[in-house]
């Protein structure tokens, strides 16, 4: 089990998904098998591109969410393992298309694609997983799941848009960022969850279970990255700490800082984010603003709010080594920086 820092200093133990991984297990290696299948092409272009950040180090989590939600209502086909693979192949090509907008150079360690291939051929790879992503849906023949995973690819581009469209505006409200991450990040992890149940005959109210699970599973989890942009490790991040400041992106933190600052202090948000002043000692002083207005604690206590109601989401289900596995993830997430 590792080990964490917190930001606010001292050590705890990080939670852990082990048990959702022994569940998993069998049907993830054949989510993999899967993976590599359909990433492959006759354009030689394609399997490089999708490969190099498909086979990085990614924990699968979202795939494993569906495989779990699955298996807890007791899905006996192999349908969830394609919608398995659809959901990890359309978060690879948000990741993709991300690098893209935002211009970064690192993901999980490694040069991104668009740092070795270009910016055209990453777009394009991207469009290319959807479209497989979409034909295993279709091949599972659930319209229900169809419509559920292909509603969550239209918002989660809608939150790409709206991210763009509040780029470098540090008048962006609270409510206006959970919109925001709501519609890239939470909407794919309610998908997951969601399409579980879905195939497996379900009832609505297990369905809105899952689906209100995993909506603020990933609230949770996108604001945890938030503040680890800002004092975790590349290992957590997968990407360079800072890179959000960098980007002159408007996460959480950086929002609460700036509201509480004073005019000093805002001048030197506008200096930073809008005029991109964001070298080291710049990323430096932003760190200690926001401890100085408890703007990374307040994040991640706002995540511990959307992982309760996640974990509340779950309550009224049958006790099963799923839910109890799913409940673990809650933790996972939120344990990396407390």
């Not at 359909?38 to 354009?43: C, R």
Request: charged share 25%; with cysteine; aromatic share 6%.
């Amino acid at each position: 089990m590792g080990v964490v820092l917190n930001l606010e200093g001292g050590k705890r133990e990080q939670a852990s998904i082990a048990e959702l991984i022994a569940l998993t297990s069998a049907d993830l290696g054949r989510v993999n098998e899967l993976i590599l299948s359909k990433a492959g092409s006759d354009v030689e272009m394609i399997p490089e591109v999708a490969n190099h950040l498909i086979s990085s180090g990614g924990k699968r989590l979202r795939p494993m969410v569906t495989l779990a939600a699955a298996q807890m209502f007791g899905y006996a086909g192999d349908g969830h393992v394609k919608l398995a693979t659809s959901v990890e192949f359309m978060h690879t090509a948000t990741l993709l298309h991300d690098d893209v907008v935002d211009e970064s150079d690192m993901r999980r360690g490694r040069k991104t694609a668009r740092m070795i291939w270009g910016n055209q051929a990453s777009v394009l790879v991207g469009d290319f997983l959807l479209g497989q992503a979409f034909r295993m849906m279709v091949e599972v023949g659930s319209l229900d799941a169809l419509d559920i995973l292909s509603t969550a690819a239209s918002i989660i581009a809608e939150g790409e848009v709206m991210q763009l469209a509040a780029a470098k505006n540090l008048e962006t409200t609270e409510d206006e960022h959970f919109a925001v991450i709501k519609a890239k990040t939470a909407a794919l992890f309610s998908a997951a969850a969601e399409v579980g149940p879905v195939i497996a005959g379900a009832s609505r109210n297990d369905r809105a279970a899952l689906r209100s699970y995993g909506m603020n599973l990933g609230l949770a989890f996108q604001l945890i990255d938030d503040a680890l942009d800002y004092g975790g490790s590349s290992k957590d991040l997968g990407k360079n700490v800072g890179d959000d400041f960098r980007e002159g992106k408007v996460t959480l933190p950086v929002i609460l800082a700036y509201r509480r600052g004073t005019q000093a202090e805002r001048k030197f948000w506008k200096a930073a984010i809008e005029d991109n002043r964001t070298d080291d000692e710049s990323l430096e002083k932003a760190i200690g603003l926001m401890a100085r207005h408890g703007a990374i604690s307040d994040t991640i206590g706002r995540a511990g709010h959307f992982g309760g109601i996640a974990r509340d989401a779950l309550a009224p289900l049958d006790e099963t080594p799923q839910k109890a596995a799913l409940l673990d993830v809650i933790d996972f997430c939120i344990s990396r920086v407390v």
